[in-house]
């Protein structure tokens, strides 16, 4: 077991800050330029049959990650230009890239689908990844 996470009784999906659990995939973004973090792990299968190998791609369990779990997350990104958030259009992903992005500082760029809530909607809907700006 690499982390908790579970659901409030009011919907809201949580992750233990001490947990591992919530940033996968990160063997295949540490050291590149550009980094794509999508929301969930759908999501992040999805960008990849989209983008291949052209970006660093990870994902995070959620929306949940914590500003404690981003900072263990920033040296994994010290050398990266460019980082896109690509989390769902609503509060929670809202808030999450808000995290990242106090963390992370001015390299991030929130993305967000605008054909359904998230990004697997947003493909199956016709859309794509440069249309929403990753490049």
Same mark, same amino acid.
């Given at each position: 077991?690499?982390?908790?996470?579970?659901?409030?009784?009011?919907g809201t999906?949580?992750?233990?800050?001490?947990?591992?659990?919530?940033?996968? @995939?990160?063997?295949?973004?540490?050291?590149?330029d550009t980094?794509?973090?999508?929301?969930?792990?759908?999501?992040?299968?999805?960008?990849?049959?989209?983008?291949?190998?052209?970006?660093?791609?990870?994902?995070?369990?959620?929306?949940?990650v914590s500003?404690?779990?981003?900072?263990?997350?920033?040296?994994?990104?010290?050398?990266?230009?460019?980082?896109?958030?690509?989390?769902?259009?609503? @509060?929670?992903?809202?808030?999450?890239?808000?995290?990242?992005?106090?963390?992370?500082?001015?390299?991030?760029?929130?993305?967000?689908?605008?054909?359904?809530?998230?990004?697997?909607?947003?493909?199956?809907?016709?859309?794509?990844?440069?249309?929403?700006?990753?490049?």
């Amino acid at each position: 077991c690499t982390g908790i996470k579970y659901r409030h009784r009011d919907g809201t999906k949580v992750s233990e800050d001490d947990s591992h659990y919530g940033l996968y @995939g990160r063997e295949l973004a540490v050291g590149r330029d550009t980094v794509v973090i999508f929301e969930g792990e759908s999501d992040t299968l999805r960008g990849w049959s989209e983008l291949g190998g052209n970006h660093g791609l990870c994902g995070t369990s959620g929306a949940s990650v914590s500003d404690s779990q981003w900072q263990r997350f920033a040296l994994d990104f010290l050398f990266t230009r460019r980082i896109y958030l690509a989390y769902d259009a609503d @509060g929670p992903g809202d808030e999450c890239s808000e995290r990242a992005m106090r963390v992370l500082g001015d390299k991030c760029i929130r993305v967000r689908p605008t054909r359904g809530n998230d990004i697997c909607d947003h493909l199956r809907e016709g859309g794509t990844l440069k249309e929403i700006g990753i490049e």
